[in-house]
């Protein structure tokens, strides 16, 4: 069956880079998009970023300077790459799987906390 | 960038009553390919966001009956009809017509 499966570290210091990895399986990358959605504490959701299942990233122009998203697909793992955190990036990411035009399956989440 | 307004922000309803849920676009979700990529997610406490609604109206696979989305260019609801207990969450609507992809910012469905 589909998985998704986030991991990387629940506390970064400010100014570092947050390094996050989603270890799916089930199906394939380059036969799918894997999208990355945040969740700060008690507020709605954000899309950050995707590869596409041709390779290509695409990222919220909020964070694009910021922000690098790649896969390994002989690993089936997708990771994504934010530098200089600042504390309003604590959030819960979410990989996400797309599929034609909307996300079927979730991951269960990271909590990520930006924090000296 | 398309932005998602969500009406009510919270909403209390009793177990069995039937409930709506607005989803205001900025721009038109009429897609130039003739479709209309406007979804719906419930996201219960504690867990991920799940797909409900795609596409308007399609019920995703294994969603109960109960839920129905409706809608068309900028103006989408989504109908709980006889809300059980386990509707209790978070409703997204989240729009893929245009780039960036964007959510709304959320109704909360409270049980009373």
């Known amino acids: 069956q589909v998985q998704l499966k986030e991991s990387g570290p629940g506390l970064v210091q400010p100014s570092q880079t947050l390094s996050l990895t989603c270890a799916v399986s089930?199906?394939?990358?380059?036969?799918?998009?894997v999208h990355w959605v945040r969740q700060p504490p008690g507020k709605g959701l954000e899309w950050v970023g995707t590869?596409?299942?041709?390779?290509?990233?695409d990222y919220n122009s909020a964070l694009k300077s910021r922000l690098s998203i790649s896969r390994d697909t002989s690993k089936s793992q997708v990771f994504l790459k934010m530098n200089s955190l600042q504390t309003e990036d604590t959030a819960i990411y979410f990989c996400?799987?797309?599929?034609?035009?909307?996300?079927?399956?979730w991951g269960q989440g990271v909590m990520v906390t930006v924090s000296s | 960038d398309v932005v998602l307004t969500q009406t009510p922000p919270t909403l209390s309803a009793t177990i069995g009553q039937s409930v709506s849920i607005s989803c205001r676009s900025s721009?038109?979700?009429?897609?130039?390919?003739?479709?209309?990529?406007l979804n719906w997610l419930l996201q219960r406490p504690g867990q991920s966001p799940q797909l409900l609604i795609y596409?308007?109206?399609n019920l995703e696979s294994g969603v109960p009956n109960r839920f129905s989305g409706s809608g068309s260019e900028t103006d989408f609801t989504l109908k709980i009809s006889g809300v059980e207990a386990e509707d209790l969450g978070v409703y997204y609507c989240?729009?893929?017509?245009?780039?960036?992809?964007?959510f709304g910012s959320g109704t909360k469905l409270e049980i009373k």
């Open positions: 996400t799987r797309g599929y034609t035009t909307f996300f079927d399956y």
């Open positions: 089930g199906f394939s990358l380059p036969s799918n998009s």
């Open positions: 590869v596409w299942s041709g390779g290509s990233a």
């Open positions: 721009q038109s979700l009429l897609d130039s390919d003739g479709d209309t990529y």
């Open positions: 596409s308007v109206s």
């Open positions: 989240m729009q893929a017509t245009h780039a960036p992809l964007s």
